[in-house]
């Protein structure tokens, strides 16, 4: 194992001079993948040289997340803490199903989930997990939503339409859940939203409504702390007091921007998530632990056993539930996340995560004013949003970003809002500071002159 370790410090101080020189990886065309790369596996193995300058060259033609030239998706960047915690918990390889097996790994998982339970305003009695990402954090909060409502389902299955309430502009997960669950897709109600993509809350009331007049079960409402595309956040306060009249589950999916619990001055994005029946937040997202750390937490600690465990004798063979983790988890076997963001929380303390939330926020400020003092440009996005959504002197926004990575120039994607697309520019990355926002635009304006402009006219 040794040399694998050298090994491995070997790689990484390759991929750290490949992030400074070339941040954005050549792409390799699909159809050229195989023939370019050696990712063949053959009834002999190789020497180890052959291995490393293998992997060398898979490392070159990787894209490169943690560089700076990356705003392609809602992650991003590397921060050294959270990683060490990863590192090492890929070393001790505990499976968190037991406490026999993970010992003080499953302590830690219970502090991490205890703390944000507080941050949320949560009851004493609260619980949680963590989930395989974001959509599965979706999916277990349906699932409990499900089981609340109905607890028969479990054993007998569904035997009733049971209807279900998200925002038009909310992560995809919570229909395919739908369809996972077996409520099925046609029982997604897409509530209207507002032109910052918030949703209109005086719409679900008559959704719902609607619904009981026909005879439909409603369950569950998901409110949304930061959209996938213009990072909006729903006004909890007022989806809780629909739930509350209708006695309906409320999830808040926090995936992106959940983690405003750990910021004073964003906070208040997320007022009133004390009322809601469980919160999910993205760890890898806002935070930037290596992917993927999902943490979901619910009020109702019973609820979660109750949709979560299964006897297994020869699983479960010492110590109570409390501990014994699988019996409140989606999987049996599960890797460790809770390390990463443990270390991550333990060096540089809630003040430390706060800042890391905070710094997104100037950035996106930056990327903003940049912005608006620039008559090429035309915003799409608000404030209070990491998500910065413009377009570029008219040019069709999925053309610019694709010739952008293309030609190794920036990784950013575009999405689409109320009949505009737009580039999508995301500062979820801690560690950018003000040059990398400018060189951001600066190396968009520069290419656009120099190679698309060029091109169109020529
Ligand atoms: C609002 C929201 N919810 C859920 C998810 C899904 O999270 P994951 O990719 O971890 O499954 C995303 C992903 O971008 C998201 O933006």
Request: hydrophobic share 40%.
């Amino acid at each position: 194992m040794q040399n694998d370790i050298a090994l491995f410090t070997e790689l990484c101080d390759e991929l750290f001079k490949l992030e400074a020189d070339k941040p954005v990886a050549e792409p390799i065309p699909t159809s050229k993948l195989y023939s370019r790369l050696d990712l063949s596996l053959n009834t002999e193995g190789v020497i180890d040289e052959d291995l490393k300058s293998t992997l060398k060259q898979i490392i070159k033609s990787t894209p490169k997340t943690a560089s700076k030239s990356f705003f392609n998706q809602l992650f991003g960047g590397r921060v050294d803490k959270a990683t060490l915690g990863d590192l090492l918990a890929v070393m001790l390889n505990n499976s968190m199903y037991t406490y026999k097996v993970a010992g003080p790994q499953v302590g830690i998982e219970k502090q991490v989930l205890k703390e944000i339970a507080s941050l949320a305003g949560y009851a004493e009695e609260s619980d949680g997990t963590f989930a395989p990402g974001g959509s599965m954090s979706n999916m277990m909060a349906l699932i409990m939503a499900r089981d609340a409502k109905n607890d028969t389902i479990r054993v007998e299955g569904l035997s009733s339409k049971m209807t279900l309430y998200t925002s038009a502009t909310s992560h995809y997960s919570i229909s395919k859940n739908a369809a996972l669950t077996g409520i099925g897709r046609s029982q997604v109600r897409l509530v209207s939203t507002n032109e910052k993509g918030e949703m209109l809350v005086e719409h679900l009331d008559e959704l719902i409504k609607k619904d009981i007049s026909n005879s439909y079960q409603p369950f569950f409402v998901n409110a949304t702390a930061g959209t996938t595309v213009l990072g909006a956040f729903d006004d909890i306060t007022a989806i809780s007091k629909v739930c509350k009249k209708h006695k309906l589950w409320l999830h808040v999916d926090g995936a992106y921007c959940g983690s405003v619990i750990f910021s004073k001055m964003y906070k208040h994005l997320i007022k009133g998530l004390e009322f809601s029946d469980s919160f999910s937040v993205n760890a890898h997202k806002m935070l930037g632990t290596p992917l993927s750390c999902s943490i979901i937490i619910t009020q109702h600690k019973a609820q979660l056993h109750q949709s979560f465990s299964n006897e297994a004798d020869y699983l479960y063979q010492t110590d109570s539930d409390d501990f014994n983790l699988g019996k409140t988890s989606l999987q049996c076997g599960r890797r460790n996340d809770a390390l990463k963001i443990w270390t991550l929380w333990k060096s540089i303390g809630t003040k430390g995560l706060e800042k890391i939330v905070d710094k997104q926020f100037e950035m996106a400020q930056i990327a903003r004013d940049y912005i608006t003092n620039n008559k090429d440009y035309e915003l799409y996005s608000f404030n209070d949003s990491i998500s910065v959504c413009f377009n570029y002197k008219g040019i069709p926004a999925n053309e610019l970003c694709t010739a952008l990575y293309e030609n190794s120039e920036l990784m950013v994607g575009f999405g689409k809002f109320s009949n505009n697309e737009f580039v999508r520019m995301v500062t979820v990355n801690s560690l950018l500071e003000r040059e990398d926002i400018y060189n951001f635009f600066e190396t968009l304006e520069a290419f656009v002159s120099e190679k698309m402009l060029k091109t169109i006219t020529s």
